[in-house]
T-cell receptor, first 115, second 113 residues
Framework: DTAVSQTPKYLVTQMGNDKSIKCEQN?????MYWYKQDSKKFLKIMFS???????INETVPNRFSPKSPDKAHLNLHINSLELGDSAVYFC??????????????FGPGTRLTVL | DAKTTQPPSMDCAEGRAANLPCNHSTISGNEYVYWYRQIHSQGPQYIIH???NNETNEMASLIITEDRKSSTLILPHATLRDTAVYYCIVIKGANFGNEKLTFGTGTRLTIIP
């Protein structure tokens, strides 16, 4: 069973469109994240959610709206897509709570191409 | 979170031990050293983490200096599948989603047949 899954794996779309990427984890984790990896391979956090509540919002344009319907899902909706949004988007999850272990489990990524 | 410095690239012969260094001279007392790797086109994968003691698991060993200003990740018998970018990250413990992994440029490790 896949621990963290994302759909779709590839997404090609036109500028100005609205699109969503879905993420699901079956690990029973409380915390989920979205990361963006750009063409230069820099990997940066965008959002984190803990128990469906937004915790980290890393100065991401408000065209990006994460939505967590339950603890196992964190979807990313992007409005008015721009060329610069082309990147690989990774979802991740961790146990959450407070403690010594901060291990995050990553999904396989969604490669978004905006034409 | 403290910054880390890693060499941009390294080569290692297949079957030999790969030793990947990381400097984190500004690490604070409550920060852990984490190692992740990213194999081409895949999501990052957790390898190991430690606070001040050396750690070992089925994937690797982590050696942290006594002053905690640097560490070394050791892959004891490197295989071709270990070719990846390795990231050393310093981060505090879990805190209800309020922690974030800050990925630098990492070390591109190439295992040579």
């Amino acid at each position: 069973d896949t621990a963290v899954s994302q759909t779709p794996k590839y997404l090609v779309t036109q500028m100005g469109n609205d699109k969503s990427i879905k993420c699901e984890q079956n690990l029973g984790h409380d915390t989920m994240y979205w990361y963006k990896q750009d063409s230069k391979k820099f990997l940066k956090i965008m959002f984190s959610y803990n128990n469906k509540e937004l915790i980290i919002n890393e100065t991401v344009p408000n065209r990006f709206s994460p939505k967590s319907p339950d603890k196992a899902h964190l979807n990313l909706h992007i409005n008015s897509l721009e060329l610069g949004d082309s990147a690989v988007y990774f979802c991740a999850s961790s146990k959450g709570g407070q403690g010594t272990n901060n291990e995050q489990f990553f999904g396989p990524g969604t490669r978004l191409t905006v034409l | 979170d403290a910054k880390t410095t890693q060499p941009p690239s390294m080569d290692c012969a297949e079957g030999r031990a790969a030793n990947l260094p990381c400097n984190h001279s500004t690490i604070s007392g409550n920060e852990y050293v984490y190692w992740y790797r990213q194999i081409h086109s895949q999501g990052p994968q957790y390898i190991i983490h430690g606070l001040k003691n050396n750690e070992t698991n089925e994937m690797a060993s982590l050696i942290i200096t006594e002053d905690r200003k640097s560490s070394t990740l050791i892959l004891p018998h490197a295989t071709l599948r270990d070719t990846a970018v390795y990231y050393c990250i310093v981060i505090k413990g879990a805190n209800f989603g309020n922690e974030k992994l800050t990925f630098g440029t990492g070390t591109r490790l190439t295992i040579i047949p």
